[in-house]
T-cell receptor, first 114, second 117 residues
Framework: SQQGEEDPQALSIQEGENATMNCSYK?????LQWYRQNSGRGLVHLILIRSNEREKHSGRLRVTLDTSKKSSSLLITASRAADTASYFC??????????????FGQGTILTVHP | DVKVTQSSRYLVKRTGEKVFLECVQD?????MFWYRQDPGLGLRLIYF???????EKGDIPEGYSVSREKKERFSLILESASTNQTSMYLC????????????????FGAGSRLTVL
């Protein structure tokens, strides 16, 4: 079953602009993660935010988490053409032993034009 | 550099063939996963394993089986390939939940794109 739903499905911006992607989920979570996928390749982990955190930064990435709304956003500041990729949110559900299972959203395709 | 290696990047098989997708990780991770990725559907979990010889069904296990005889190797098996199994298959691994940090973070292989004719 799909947990994360991402919005927008596709985003096209110019280099230097900021890109914001949103993710909504349905159940209680331990943490939420964002991954990046370059075309035709595997996913690469970007950042993890725990359920008791509200905001986290890593370089040009800023992630927020609102557990009351069951939503998260990923902001990429000062985007570059090399940021062109698909971005996925993934959730680790709360309760029990998850064995590290993550449930992924459908992804946002980001295109950054030089 | 730690990594997850999937043996085949591209495969073309015929309907009814038995297909093996191999995945090896060199990080001594307990957990290993097989996902399939299809346009508009994101990643869907097929099977996962939390220890040698242990396996659990994911969300879409039908038509697949897995094998984990050694900690570093997790194989996905399509007993009789069908055209609706044409997809990108992604293997991943992670530390166990008991680790205070790094747990749940998946390291992915480059993917295996399977076409079933």
């Amino acid at each position: 079953s799909q947990q994360g739903e991402e919005d927008p499905q596709a985003l096209s911006i110019q280099e230097g602009e900021n890109a914001t992607m949103n993710c909504s989920y349905k159940t209680s979570i331990n943490n939420l993660q964002w991954y990046r996928q370059n075309s035709g390749r595997g996913l690469v982990h970007l950042i993890l935010i725990r359920s008791n955190e509200r905001e986290k930064h890593s370089g040009r990435l800023r992630v927020t988490l609102d557990t009351s709304k069951k939503s998260s956003s990923l902001l990429i500041t000062a985007s570059r053409a090399a940021d062109t990729a698909s971005y996925f949110c993934a959730t680790a559900n709360a309760g029990g032993t998850s064995y590290g299972k993550l449930t992924f959203g459908q992804g946002t395709i980001l295109t950054v034009h030089p | 550099d730690v990594k997850v290696t999937q043996s085949s990047r591209y495969l073309v098989k015929r309907t009814g063939e038995k297909v093996f997708l191999e995945c090896v990780q060199d990080m001594d991770h307990e957990n290993m996963f097989w996902y399939r990725q299809d346009p508009g559907l994101g990643l869907r979990l097929i099977y996962f394993s939390y220890d040698v010889k242990m396996k659990e069904k994911g969300d879409i296990p039908e038509g697949y089986s897995v094998s984990r005889e050694k900690k570093e190797r997790f194989s996905l098996i399509l007993e009789s390939a069908s055209t609706n199994q044409t997809s990108m298959y992604l293997c991943a691994s992670s530390l166990p939940d008991s680790f205070p940090s790094g747990a749940n973070v998946l390291t992915f292989g480059a993917g295996s794109r399977l076409t079933v004719l």
